[in-house]
């Protein structure tokens, strides 16, 4: 069986989980599996590097250098603490001091000129996954493994010249993936791809956007025609609802592709949509599983799961701090062309649209979206449509949260929505604004921030969603 496994930020966060990582894959690897591992960068180190370059760019050198210390300082801890033996951590160091006095050159770089381009940027957000991956080969092979690092661009993973969120060139990237990768796998050897970051024809670094190891797992796996990819979590599993916030949560032993979509959509950390796509599109299961318990079969995303009688509702999630947009004006009617000029001006500001709805008498469009993005959104949109003769107001509500409720089994199903809004009541918990998709397989709504908890758990009830 051959299987792509990958490992998020928290599973190796520092020098003990690396290990645990390290001896994960070994027991899989003993018991026969053939195995191809995709890494992300420790935790939080993306956003570190983030924020290194947008201070670089203010020409901060200072900060770069305390970053520079920091970064090298964990990473070294890391390293010592999970890598036994003194030539293979000599080794792994050389590479990993390597790439980050390259990343010091780049940052003092973006000092010196003041500016940070996307493609610059790309360069420094990469290189958390590009320090993490020889950690890991290094700890492999202190385990006894034959194994070898990659960058994604190395493993064969080629993408336009979108910096940020590059899209992968398929079929070059197939062929080349597989044949890197088929020689390593065939000889025993374990290959450690750092995840997120890909290149261009031209072997410019590109990143490949938010839940970007993700996908790259997904890419790698249509590459080596893998069984399954498994994405391992702290989690048993992808969950009915969040069990901080619902006791009575239990694990989901299959779900669909579009099930687990939406559910990602709509907060659950699962696994990013663009990589779910990719699977679906080339038919590769994923499986949720759980390094606190590996042996523990985890949920399996799969093409379709046959849905039971009575089996209506699959999961409640809920994005917990989101804000409320509203766009109004008795002359949007019959303007169609403003919904699509909103929309555009929140992409260019980068702003994550969560959820549309729009009154019938097409006076108001409303639109949510995360909480952090409502100041710079607020003002994109003053500054364009106010004073304009179809807006009169631009109004944003805070302290809300986002509960969709999420199914195959509720596609043609009626009376559905008159449950979840009649429990809604009955539970004396307001709606603010409604959607639903047209696939039908979720219903989702906004409510206050405080009312969350109670609509999820209400809603897990009435569903009979608890184990």
């Given at each position: 069986?051959?299987?792509?496994?990958?490992?998020?930020?928290?599973?190796?966060?520092?020098?003990?989980?690396?290990?645990?990582?390290?001896?994960?894959?070994?027991r899989?690897?003993?018991?026969?599996?053939?195995?191809v591992?995709?890494?992300?960068?420790m935790?939080?180190?993306?956003?570190?590097?983030?924020?290194?370059a947008?201070?670089?760019?203010?020409?901060?050198?200072?900060?770069?250098r305390?970053?520079?210390?920091?970064?090298?300082?964990?990473?070294k801890?890391?390293?010592?603490e999970?890598?036994m033996?003194?030539?293979?951590?000599?080794?792994?160091?050389?590479?990993?001091?390597?790439?980050?006095?390259e990343?010091?050159?780049?940052?003092?770089?973006?000092?010196?000129?003041?500016?940070?381009?996307?493609?610059?940027?790309?360069?420094?957000?990469?290189?958390?996954?590009?320090?993490?991956?020889?950690?890991?080969?290094?700890?492999?092979?202190?385990?006894?493994?034959?194994?070898?690092?990659?960058?994604?661009?190395?493993?064969g993973?080629?993408?336009?010249?979108r910096?940020g969120?590059?899209?992968?060139?398929?079929n070059?990237?197939?062929?080349?993936?597989?044949?890197?990768?088929e020689?390593?796998?065939?000889e025993?050897?374990?290959?450690?791809?750092s995840?997120f970051?890909?290149?261009?024809?031209?072997?410019i670094q590109?990143?490949?956007?938010?839940?970007?190891?993700?996908?790259?797992?997904s890419?790698?796996?249509?590459g080596?025609?893998?069984?399954e990819?498994?994405?391992?979590?702290?989690?048993d599993?992808i969950?009915?609802?969040?069990?901080?916030?619902?006791?009575?949560?239990?694990?989901?032993?299959?779900?669909?592709?579009?099930?687990?979509?939406?559910?990602?959509?709509?907060?659950?950390?699962?696994?990013?949509?663009?990589?779910?796509?990719?699977?679906?599109?080339?038919?590769?299961?994923?499986?949720?599983?759980?390094?606190?318990?590996?042996?523990?079969p985890?949920?399996?995303?799969?093409?379709?799961?046959?849905?039971?009688?009575?089996?209506?509702?699959?999961?409640?999630?809920?994005?917990?701090?989101?804000?409320?947009?509203?766009?109004?004006?008795?002359s949007?009617?019959?303007?169609?062309?403003?919904?699509?000029?909103?929309?555009?001006?929140?992409?260019?500001?980068?702003?994550?649209?969560?959820?549309?709805?729009?009154?019938?008498?097409?006076?108001?469009?409303?639109?949510?979206?995360p909480?952090?993005?409502?100041?710079?959104?607020?003002?994109?949109?003053?500054?364009?449509?106010?004073?304009?003769?179809?807006?009169?107001?631009?109004?944003?509500?805070?302290?809300?949260?986002?509960?969709?409720?999420?199914?195959?089994?509720?596609?043609?199903?009626?009376?559905?929505?008159?449950?979840?809004?009649?429990?809604?009541?009955?539970n004396d918990?307001?709606?603010?604004?409604?959607?639903?998709?047209?696939?039908?397989?979720?219903?989702?709504?906004?409510?206050?921030?405080?009312?969350?908890?109670?609509?999820?758990?209400?809603?897990?009830?009435?569903?009979?969603?608890?184990?």
């Amino acid at each position: 069986m051959r299987v792509v496994m990958k490992f998020g930020g928290i599973s190796v966060a520092d020098g003990d989980k690396l290990r645990r990582v390290g001896t994960l894959v070994r027991r899989f690897h003993k018991d026969g599996l053939q195995i191809v591992v995709v890494i992300s960068a420790m935790h939080s180190v993306t956003d570190s590097l983030a924020e290194i370059a947008r201070r670089a760019s203010q020409g901060k050198r200072e900060s770069v250098r305390e970053f520079i210390d920091s970064l090298t300082a964990r990473h070294k801890k890391a390293a010592e603490e999970a890598i036994m033996d003194e030539r293979i951590l000599r080794h792994s160091l050389d590479i990993v001091m390597t790439r980050i006095e390259e990343l010091k050159n780049i940052l003092l770089g973006i000092a010196h000129i003041g500016e940070l381009t996307p493609r610059s940027k790309d360069y420094v957000i990469g290189y958390g996954e590009k320090l993490s991956a020889p950690m890991l080969h290094g700890v492999l092979d202190d385990l006894g493994m034959k194994s070898k690092s990659l960058t994604g661009g190395e493993a064969g993973i080629v993408t336009d010249d979108r910096f940020g969120d590059a899209t992968p060139l398929m079929n070059l990237t197939t062929l080349q993936v597989r044949q890197t990768l088929e020689p390593l796998i065939d000889e025993g050897s374990i290959p450690v791809i750092s995840g997120f970051v890909a290149s261009t024809q031209e072997g410019i670094q590109t990143t490949l956007g938010r839940g970007g190891s993700d996908f790259s797992a997904s890419i790698v796996g249509v590459g080596i025609k893998a069984d399954e990819i498994w994405v391992w979590k702290d989690v048993d599993g992808i969950m009915t609802a969040d069990p901080k916030l619902v006791k009575a949560a239990r694990m989901i032993d299959t779900i669909s592709f579009a099930e687990a979509m939406e559910l990602a959509h709509f907060g659950a950390e699962v696994v990013h949509p663009k990589a779910l796509e990719c699977a679906a599109r080339y038919g590769l299961p994923f499986r949720v599983k759980s390094t606190k318990d590996p042996d523990l079969p985890g949920t399996s995303i799969v093409a379709e799961v046959k849905v039971k009688a009575g089996d209506v509702v699959k999961a409640i999630t809920n994005i917990g701090d989101a804000s409320l947009i509203t766009v109004s004006g008795a002359s949007m009617v019959g303007t169609p062309r403003l919904a699509a000029k909103v929309l555009q001006i929140l992409t260019d500001e980068d702003v994550d649209v969560l959820m549309i709805s729009q009154s019938s008498s097409e006076e108001s469009i409303t639109l949510a979206i995360p909480r952090t993005s409502g100041p710079k959104a607020r003002n994109a949109l003053e500054l364009s449509l106010l004073g304009s003769k179809q807006v009169r107001e631009i109004s944003v509500e805070d302290g809300l949260s986002i509960v969709a409720v999420v199914g195959a089994g509720m596609r043609g199903t009626p009376g559905v929505a008159a449950r979840v809004f009649g429990t809604m009541a009955k539970n004396d918990v307001n709606i603010r604004a409604i959607a639903q998709g047209s696939s039908e397989l979720n219903i989702s709504f906004i409510v206050k921030k405080a009312d969350a908890k109670q609509a999820i758990e209400a809603l897990h009830e009435i569903f009979k969603l608890g184990a």
